[in-house]
């Protein structure tokens, strides 16, 4: 058995001493799957690297032990550490990218881990190598073993990266995030894969995840972290059934899906606190909507509420009479009726060509079609899903269709906005048509220039697609656009650093509607955000879209998202359209295969909350 045991770890860091895990208690047996899960900064990854004894160097474990059958981990003897990382606990990451070395094959990797731990050597051992590459599925591995990482997808790079890890056959696995960098059908076969050899080998598995949806398919057990503490552990289907702390409560509710189409979602107000703080009673007191009286000044301990269900809350062991509260007021918002009339954008027969750089003498091709002839149409106040799995073209649509590749690539084909082919404006015309157009990128923070303050981010669009406006009326429109997406006025002399990935995400928002547009491109717009935060930002968009009748293309992989979101929906596989139509419809009876396959691939909440 892994057990920690009242484990502290303390980083050092500018604002002072950060107390990253906070007396964690957590046994993990054979054969078993728990999975940790909470919000990003809660402390996960933090737990495993102390596990590992991987902290990094202003990090220490302040107080507590992790055992290994009864051995003190932490105690050992960095060269007999050496042996138990990879040979008894393994350890794989989200970014197989990252974590393989570029210029080494992957066999030579594979096999260096099993000569580090096991006895065989040489043929041997590149023998095991090449029985590990067909055992995680990757096709051809007498071929593939002397490829270097840059030659392997995102999928089989994670692939190797299980072999690493279990090439020397380890009794436990940590997984931080395995599949997150990865489509849909991808982390269906590579779960599977985890589930596969657990069996086969009893492996235990610590699962740290956000993603609620992967835990319910894969753990027995959960723990729920918040602020450097577990404030809830359960058996998963307990967990997901009867969820007792109020910020798991939250959160399931704050998964977006068909069921809750049409109603906002629980959006959970403030951020994760800063772990410098000396904390005086509950940490989520600030956001909890079930707070009393005492749970400020009183820390809550983590007490029995049922067979192996234990909790952190007041509400269990010392209940008291609830704080009035501002109820949050649920807007209720008209339905979107069905696209009547002209369309606002239609695409006709769209191609976005590459060319590619190839050596003089090669004799392949030398373009390459990221879009081949795709057709759609979006009316406005609508909202059209444009999914499928990386590199499908989605993303490269959305940016040709928001003038972003002009000077890149060889476009062809229609997007009439308004009936004005996009693809043909010049001087006015195209200032015009990009105040009409605008897009939200994935990620907030590389989306916005860290050295200018949010007034100048906003200011700055103003100025060149809207010359009609004096300084007056701009500064104006700079407080109406933060009151609505709400941020507070003092946000807009701060600079982008000092929010977090939420607010950033609300000031790309705002910066958007900066010019009026009619059309937004939101591309990922929530992947990079926690459920909570992603709630909020969802529920924003929403609104907007009913006020002022905004039409979005909203590119996604998440299929909850869409079944919440989207009134339509295109699914795009090699730059082609395979299938589109009602969101509703075709997402209940998709009728391409590959649709099916994606949609079967998705995983789902098995014993959701409702
Ligand atoms: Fe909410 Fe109080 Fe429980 Fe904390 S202790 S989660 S503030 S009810």
């Not at 045991?5 to 303390?10: A, E, F, P, S, Y």
């Not at 607010?503 to 717009?525: N, S, W």
């Amino acid at each position: 058995m892994l057990e920690v045991d009242n484990l502290r770890v303390q980083l050092d860091a500018d604002a002072g001493l950060v107390r990253a895990i906070d007396g964690m208690h957590l046994s993990l047996s054979r054969g078993e799957t728990f999975a940790l899960v909470g919000e990003s900064g809660c402390g996960k990854s933090m737990t495993a690297l102390a596990l590992m004894r991987l902290l990094p160097e202003n990090g220490r474990v302040a107080s507590g032990a992790v055992r290994l059958d009864g051995e003190d981990l932490l105690a050992l003897p960095e060269r007999r550490m050496r042996d138990v990382r990879g040979g008894r606990v393994s350890m794989i990451f989200q970014e197989p990218s990252t974590s393989l070395n570029p210029v080494m094959r992957v066999g030579d990797q594979i096999v260096e881990a099993i000569e580090a731990h096991t006895e065989l050597r040489g043929k041997a051992a590149r023998a095991k190598a090449l029985d590990w590459l067909a055992r995680v599925g990757i096709p051809e591995p007498q071929r593939r073993i002397d490829d270097y990482p840059f030659r392997l997808s995102g999928g089989q790079k994670q692939r190797v990266m299980i072999a690493i890890a279990l090439a020397a056959e380890p009794d436990y696995l940590i997984a931080d995030e395995p599949t997150t960098a990865l489509d849909v059908t991808i982390q269906a076969q590579i779960l599977d894969l985890i589930r596969d050899l657990q069996r086969e080998r009893r492996l235990g598995v610590l699962l740290i995840t956000h993603d609620l949806a992967v835990v319910s398919g894969m753990a027995h057990r959960v723990a729920l972290m918040y602020a450097g503490q577990i404030i809830e552990v359960a058996p998963a289907a307990e967990f997901f059934a009867h969820p007792k702390h109020p910020y798991a409560r939250l959160l399931l509710q704050a998964l977006p899906d068909a069921a809750r189409r049409g109603e906002p979602l629980a959006a959970i107000a403030g951020t994760v606190p800063p772990l410098w703080l000396d904390f005086a009673g509950c940490r989520f007191w600030p956001r909890c909507d079930k707070a009393m009286g005492h749970c400020a000044s009183t820390l809550p301990e983590l007490t029995d509420e049922g067979p192996q269900h234990q909790v952190r809350c007041l509400l269990y062991s010392q209940p008291g009479d609830a704080l009035p509260r501002q109820a949050v007021v649920p807007k209720l918002l008209p339905p979107v009726p069905a696209g009547q009339g002209a369309p606002l954008l239609d695409v006709r027969d769209l191609r976005v060509r590459f060319a590619l750089k190839a050596p003089l003498l090669h004799r392949g091709p030398r373009h390459f079609d990221a879009v081949d002839g795709i057709s759609f149409q979006l009316h406005a106040g609508r909202t059209l899903a444009l999914v499928g799995e990386s590199g499908c073209g989605k993303t490269t649509s959305g940016k040709a269709i928001v003038q972003l590749l002009r000077r890149q690539a060889q476009i062809s084909g229609q997007a009439l906005f308004e009936g004005q082919d996009l693809f043909q404006l010049t001087g006015a015309a195209l200032v015009e048509a990009r105040r009409s157009v605008q897009i939200i990128f994935q990620d907030p923070f590389a989306s916005l220039n860290p050295r200018m303050r949010v007034a100048e981010v906003l200011e700055e669009g103003l100025i060149a697609l809207r010359p009609d406006l004096d300084a007056g009326a701009r500064r104006d429109r700079l407080h109406a656009l933060v009151d609505q997406v709400g941020l507070r006025r003092d946000a807009l002399q701060r600079w982008p650093h000092e929010f977090s990935g939420g607010q950033r995400q609300r000031i790309a928002i705002a910066r958007a509607l900066a010019v009026e547009p009619r059309l937004i491109v939101c591309d990922e717009p929530t992947s990079a955000l926690d459920v909570s935060v992603q709630a909020q930002i969802l529920n924003l968009l929403r609104e907007l879209q009913r006020e002022q009748g905004l039409a979005f293309l909203f590119i996604t992989h998440n299929i909850g998202v869409v079944e919440y979101i989207a009134d339509d929906i295109a699914v795009m596989r090699a730059g082609r359209i395979v299938e589109q139509g009602n969101c509703q419809t075709v997402l209940r009876q998709p009728r391409d295969s590959f649709t099916q396959n994606l949609l079967a691939a998705v995983p789902r909440l098995t014993v959701p909350m409702r």
